[in-house]
């Protein structure tokens, strides 16, 4: 199949810069409350709108599973950068370990260690893999919205 990838690096890109911002304000303390809902979204809305803008930014027709693909992969990079960024601060800012510290005051696990590593990784392996076969996914929807939206406005 025959793709544009200087679109698929655009598009891919303008998603996980919009998922870098998110992930770097719900890092901070005082904001994450605010930004959790969009961040709650953001894993499907973002590739859907990076294999929109692929197809904004590819020059002239092309077939809609050729927007489809191209739409998957800048879904699909959007969100590696945006987990691997996102699991990174959640790391740098201890968010496994505070949550797994609330597990000491449970009845029954007064001699259970908790270390968070192991979870931190673990999660952004996790996260990682869900992030980017989604991406891909929503990548191609979006990829595929793109053409319809512009059969509707005549173009």
């Known amino acids: 199949m025959n793709f544009n990838m200087n679109s698929v690096v655009k598009a891919g890109g303008l998603a996980a810069a919009a998922g870098l911002i998110l992930a770097v304000l719900g890092a901070i303390p005082l904001l994450n ?3 959790l ?3 709650c979204v953001a894993w499907f809305v973002l590739p859907i709108a990076a294999g929109m ?4 930014f590819t020059p002239g027709k092309e077939t809609m599973g050729q927007s489809a693909i191209g739409g998957a992969l800048a879904g699909g990079f959007a ?3 945006y987990s691997l960024v996102n699991g990174l601060l959640g790391a740098a800012t201890g968010r496994a370990t505070a949550a797994l510290e609330q597990l000491e005051g ?3 696990l007064e001699g259970v260690a908790v270390d968070g590593t192991g979870f931190t990784i673990g ?3 996790i996260g990682m893999c869900i992030a ?3 991406g891909l996914i ?4 979006g990829g595929v919205l793109w053409p319809l939206f512009q059969a509707n406005r005549g173009r």
């Open 33 to 35: 409350c605010l930004i």
């Open 37 to 39: 809902p969009l961040i």
């Open 53 to 56: 803008a692929y197809g904004y």
């Open 79 to 81: 969100g590696l950068v």
């Open 106 to 108: 449970i009845e029954g």
């Open 123 to 125: 999660g952004l392996l």
């Open 132 to 134: 980017v076969f989604g």
């Open 138 to 141: 929503f990548g191609a929807i």
